[in-house]
């Protein structure tokens, strides 16, 4: 099983390069590795097990992140009310952002990274709507929109795929800078 040992760390430099596409339709090998990405988070989101084998509680996984240069991403994104029914969850092969909304989003508490051990404080603004095409581990290729915080997930995991960190897109002169079109969601926690 995936562990945080497995989880390669900023200053390594799987994590700046571009991942490379899957063959489709997808090998054993990569449905194996997607399966393990998700339970990895589905674990990481456990309290027995996150305890039991010192899990950060995930809500995305890109392959780079595990040394796998391929554009495999897990999302498991939990729904704060009903614990069983996830916002959104699924593994995404080849992702990619056929439309994105001029608004942009940022999480009001700012972004983190299983790969970075570090607070990296500052806005990170991203599109507040995307509509992302994908195949799933079935083969079937899904056409799905995202909003706000699932959004936000999905377009953190995929900048991974292209060797991008959240704190790249952090203003250098003020992290906290917010421009008109850019909108801090609610967040309870
Ligand atoms: C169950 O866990 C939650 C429930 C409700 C709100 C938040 C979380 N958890 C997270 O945001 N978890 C973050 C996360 O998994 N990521 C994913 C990552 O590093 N992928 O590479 C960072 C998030 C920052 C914004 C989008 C993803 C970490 C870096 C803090 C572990
Ligand atoms: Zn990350």
């Known amino acids: ?29 990569v449905k194996d590795l997607g399966q393990e990405m998700m ?16 899990l950060r509680a995930g809500v995305g996984l890109a392959a780079p992140q595990i040394d796998q240069g391929l554009r495999i991403a897990a999302v498991h994104i939990p729904d704060e009310y009903e614990d069983d029914s996830p916002i959104f969850s699924d593994v995404l092969i ?30 990170v603004a991203r599109s507040k709507r995307i509509t992302i095409e994908y195949t799933d581990l079935n083969n079937q290729v899904q056409k799905v929109k995202l909003n706000d915080y699932s959004a936000v997930v999905v377009q953190h995991e995929i900048d991974h795929l292209n060797g991008i960190m959240f704190y790249d897109h952090i203003n250098e002169e003020d992290p906290f800078y917010l421009d008109s079109d850019t909108e801090l969601l609610e967040f309870e926690d």
Do not use: W
């Not at 995936?2 to 090998?27: C, F, N, W, Y």
């Not at 608004?103 to 299983?114: H, I, N, S, V």
């Open 94 to 123: 080849n992702p990619i952002i056929k439309r994105q909304s001029v608004k942009k989003a940022a999480l009001p508490t700012g972004e983190g990274c299983l790969s970075v051990d570090r607070e990296v404080p500052g806005y």
């Open 1 to 29: 099983m995936i562990t945080m040992e497995d989880i390669i760390r900023e200053g390594h430099p799987a994590l700046r390069q571009r991942a490379k596409k899957v063959e489709i339709p997808i090998s054993q090998d």
């Open 39 to 54: 339970t990895f988070l589905v674990n990481s989101q456990d309290p027995e097990l996150s305890e039991k084998y010192d």
